[in-house]
Nanobody, 125 residues
Framework: QVQLVESGGGLVQAGGSLRLSCAASGRTASNYAMGWFRQAPGKEREFVTAINWSGVSTYYADSVKGRFTISRDNAKNTVYLRMNSLKPEDTGIYYC??????????????????WGEGTLVTVSS
């Protein structure tokens, strides 16, 4: 079992930056791929980014490539999402996720085994 707790959400102006954190607990948390999904008001949850257990492989949605960066610190069982050049369309609840694969299937809609409760990101125009 893996528990995920997000932090770092908030209100930011368009063009600004935020860093989200997700702390994982559980004996084998560092063995899991981790990443982020988001859900905008009135829309379905969508894939944002994933990182494999070692941090060597990363995957991004086209909408965030070049602006968002995912990283992880396995000593702290924590994954980070650095978000730059934020746009109003980035607004939503950001959910941390963990899965047993390498994260490459998450954009196709499968492979996630655990979810966090979410943290709200609001980007004002």
């Amino acid at each position: 079992q893996v528990q995920l707790v997000e932090s770092g959400g908030g209100l930011v102006q368009a063009g600004g930056s935020l860093r989200l954190s997700c702390a994982a607990s559980g004996r084998t948390a560092s063995n899991y791929a981790m990443g982020w999904f988001r859900q905008a008001p009135g829309k379905e949850r969508e894939f944002v980014t994933a990182i494999n257990w070692s941090g060597v492989s990363t995957y991004y949605a086209d909408s965030v490539k070049g602006r968002f960066t995912i990283s992880r610190d396995n000593a702290k069982n924590t994954v980070y999402l650095r978000m730059n050049s934020l746009k109003p369309e980035d607004t939503g609840i950001y959910y941390c996720a963990a899965g047993r694969g390498d994260g490459s299937s998450w954009s196709a809609g499968y492979g996630v085994n655990y979810w966090g409760e979410g943290t709200l990101v609001t980007v004002s125009s």
